[in-house]
């Protein structure tokens, strides 16, 4: 069964600069797309970025230019660069599959960004 690990969350200051990290448990190269999600407190989670099985990327608007997703298919790992963080970017943040899979999503890591 595949599991989703993410890691690299914490608290960084506005206008700083996170990378988080997803692990898979198995190979992800046959899982197609992968998505970042976040879901803040009292809000629903919603899709921030994914990227193809080809390393086509697509962003949610409001972290068009200050994030930027990767994958390594060999070494079954999606990244999130995070740069110019916004208290408005809190939020656990977890990766899954696009669409998600229920059975996939992890336990996230919290990104709180605060002065």
């Known amino acids: 069964q595949v599991q989703l690990v993410e890691s690299g969350g914490g608290l960084v200051q506005p206008g700083g600069s996170l990378r988080l990290s997803c692990a898979a448990s198995g190979t992800i190269f046959s899982f197609g797309a992968m998505g970042w999600y976040r879901q803040a407190p009292g809000k629903e989670r919603e899709l921030v970025a994914h990227i193809t099985r080809g390393g086509t990327t697509h962003y949610a608007d409001s972290v068009k230019g200050r994030f930027t997703i990767s994958r390594d298919n060999a070494k079954s790992t999606v990244s999130l660069q995070m740069n110019s963080l916004k208290p408005e970017d809190t939020a656990v943040y977890y990766c899954?599959?696009?669409?998600?899979?229920?059975?996939?999503w992890g336990q996230g890591t919290q990104v709180t960004v605060s002065s």
């Open positions: 899954n599959t696009l669409p998600p899979q229920y059975d996939y």
